[in-house]
């Protein structure tokens, strides 16, 4: 199996997989491109390893084959209260925020809400505006009933017909 293979067999990057041959320093051997060819032990070793990684504390270093590879153990000592105050303060800071986030939203909520419903009230009134101009202007024409008369013609007499005058 190929680097990207065990890489994607234990959920982790190429590079890491890399790292951890090194560190563990397996002798691997390579095919005919120069990349490392893993066999099933290998693999197992590697497995073991990233179960130790994953399951590492501060206070344990990381054996394989009864040897340390960690050099530095992360300990806290003397400062350990002022630590502990600090992330106190942090927690506090962090849960003020975000009740301050929280508040913020549901005011900006309440708000667009109310602004809403004020823009709901003017289209109804503007609806009911209109029905009420559109209910006079049917009602304020007049129905045309009476027969209007046309100007009466003068009647030419027959000499002007006949001559122009």
Partial sequence: MNTNGVAQLLGVSS???KRWVKQLGLRLEKNEFGHFIYNEGDIQRLVSFQSEVQLDSPK????VDGRALRKGIVTIRAKDKKVENLMSKVEYIEERL???????????????????????????????????LETKKTSSIPLI????????RKKKKLVTTFFGF
């Fill in 15 to 17: 590079s890491t997989v």
């Fill in 60 to 63: 344990r270093s990381i054996t």
């Fill in 98 to 132: 975000e009740r301050k986030a929280d508040s913020s939203v549901t005011y900006q909520l309440l708000h667009h809400r109310r602004e809403i419903e004020e823009m709901q009230n003017q289209i109804k009134e503007l609806t009911e505006r209109l029905a009420k």
């Fill in 145 to 152: 009933t009476e027969h209007v008369e046309q100007p009466k």
